[in-house]
């Protein structure tokens, strides 16, 4: 029985590590709550994440996550993901993902504009993101 208890402690804090960390607001640095609510007035009702030493705040929508924003922990502004229609993802998204990703189906869609105002696109499969330039090129599995 200890040694289960071990082995299932390990496991959950080895997994741990993989996913994004949800913080209370008290977590969160001042400055990076500031560059939210100077940038984003409108934002209420945050939930915070931490995620590759990065703060992500949350806010809007039925799930609360229409808007997702990531600061670095000076404040920084490094991207927002707007969520968005599967259907408004470029048209060459779905059949790159049906090519080679047998099966997948694509359970949520964002618009991803970058500190240089640079657009990308992210559609969520199987617990990851994919993402796409403007034009609906892959780029990169995130």
Do not use: C
């Not at 490094?78 to 969520?83: L, T």
């Amino acid at each position: 029985m200890k040694k289960r208890l071990i082995l299932a402690a390990a496991i959950a804090l080895a997994g741990s590590g993989l996913k994004a960390q949800d913080l209370k607001a008290s977590a969160v640095p001042a400055v990076v709550k500031e560059s939210l609510s100077k940038k984003y007035p409108e934002a209420t009702k945050v939930s915070w994440e931490k995620e590759k030493g990065n703060y992500e705040a949350n806010w809007g929508g039925k799930s609360g996550e229409d808007n997702s924003v990531m600061f670095t922990p000076t404040g920084t502004f490094i991207e927002i993901v707007k969520a968005i229609p599967i259907a408004g993802l470029p048209k060459s998204v779905a059949p790159y993902i049906k090519a080679h990703y047998k099966g997948a189906k694509i359970k949520e869609a964002g618009k991803v504009t970058d500190a240089a105002g640079k657009t990308m696109y992210e559609a969520e499969i199987k617990g990851m993101d994919l993402i796409f330039d403007e034009n609906g090129n892959f780029i990169k599995k995130d």
